[in-house]
């Protein structure tokens, strides 16, 4: 199966600081990368669509400044938190669909677990 | 809005039982539904994934159905093991991205 890492699994921060995470499609290229928030004992939210080489697509009331996105190549996109705070505290997942191939399967990395302090 | 049910949000059944999780969705107009699992801090894993010309998949113990025109899908678990405790969700996609259920809580007792 088609693999998908990401990169820091946990990572601890201070406020107003900012972080990156990064989502690898590691044995296959993606043109679309998906980043999703999950609360505690919630599902998934959808933040944002992320297509190589152009802007990324924002759900409604997600802050695009706040929450960065970039995908310059078919292998990696970069989620980056700026000014974090304690309420963007959250699990973070990505997900690639393989490129040229019209399933529409998703694969999804571990997620990265990120704490503001 | 594409609106995503699961049904039950918990579920705990002893070892070896059979069991069915429900999931049911507001627009039929789908390009496929996948059932993934979820550990306790992990990411998800691809379970099964139905096209929507499809009607049912099956892997292992693992049987997925999927009828578009009520908008409902099942997913089926033969012979529960205690490594099956997870979280399990279903999400649908117009192919452009994925609509989550909130996710039935499953645990297997020994």
């Known amino acids: ?117 | 809005k594409q609106e995503v049910t699961q049904i039950p949000a918990a579920l705990s059944v002893p070892e070896g039982e059979n069991l069915v999780l429900n999931c049911s969705f507001t627009d039929s107009a789908i390009y496929n539904l996948q059932w993934f699992r979820q550990d306790p801090g992990k990411g998800l894993t691809s379970l099964l994934l139905i096209q929507s010309s499809q009607r049912e998949q099956t892997s292992g113990r693992l049987n997925a159905s999927l009828d578009k025109s009520s908008g409902r899908s099942t997913l089926y678990i033969a012979a529960s093991q205690p490594g099956d405790s997870a979280t399990y969700l279903c999400a649908v996609s117009p192919l452009d991205q994925f609509y989550f259920g909130t996710g039935t809580s499953l645990t297997v007792i020994p």
């Not at chain 1, 990368?33 to 959808?46: A, D, E, H, N, V």
């Not at chain 1, 310059?72 to 040229?100: K, N, Q």
């Open chain 1, 1 to 117: 199966g088609a693999v998908v890492s990401q990169h820091p699994s946990w990572v601890i921060c201070k406020s107003g600081t900012s972080v990156k995470i990064e989502c690898r499609s590691l044995d296959f290229q993606a043109t679309t990368m998906f980043w999703y928030r999950q609360f505690p004992k919630q599902s998934l939210m959808l933040m944002a669509t992320s297509n190589e080489g152009s802007k990324a697509t924002y759900e409604q009331g997600v802050e695009k400044d706040k929450f960065l996105i970039n995908h310059a190549s078919l292998t990696l996109s970069t989620l980056t938190v700026t000014s974090a705070h304690p309420e963007d505290s959250s699990f973070y997942i990505c997900s690639a669909a393989r490129s040229g191939v019209n399933t529409g399967e998703l694969f999804f990395g571990e997620g990265s677990r990120l704490t503001v302090l």
